[in-house]
């Protein structure tokens, strides 16, 4: 066995709140994903890094089920989402948050935050949310389209935290933002780790990714084919270039 492959071999898959295997997935002819293999403890933030192309975001929306051709096993706290409609996987506890962000440009901030349904039990509250999210609360009666790509960003997550789910699918939540905005990002996510929330994360920006997660998972052409735990990043680095071209 190479080293690649004892570091990506499971050791305790009873104790993964997401655990996917052997995942294949299709845009109608264009088979883009080729038996990925990962998975995610309770409270964990874990990234998938790689280049464009590499399968990263078709991972998260198979996961959600927004695509129907795929096959394998994803189990979410011992249930398999292999099979079910998006809405019925959302109504278990994962939130998904799109690289476009998806916010209703015509609705104010509070508008878009009360419109998701609450899924389950245990969503933050408005206020909790304004405190992690200032600028929300400054911004509560603007329109999406008055909002900042930035403020845009945090009203996406923001809108998911309401809804009580457990597991956050963020993909490419700091593309096209200003550093202050990436940083306060950043903040957040660590403090959402802190009050137990499980984050699965798609980033191009790797050096942000560094400062937050546990582990990073690296794809090429539709597997993963390394992961790195991040106290063994500077050990690494050399490797990490050779996959990313960093």
Known sequence: MTDAAARLTPEVEADALLAVRGLHAWYGESHVLHGVDFEIGSGEVVTLLGRNGAGKTTTLKSIMGIIDARKGSIRFDGTELIGLPSNRIARLG?????EERGIFASLSVEENLLLPPE?????LSLETIYE???????????QGTKLSGGEQQMLAIARILRTGARLLLLDEPTEGLAPVIVQQIGRTIRRLKEQGFTILLVEQNFHFAATIADRHYIMEHGRVVDMMADADLSARQAELQAYLGV
């Open 94 to 98: 994962l939130g998904f948050v799109p």
């Open 119 to 123: 899924v389950r039990p245990g969503g």
């Open 132 to 142: 992690l999210f200032p600028n929300l609360r400054e911004r509560l009666y603007s």
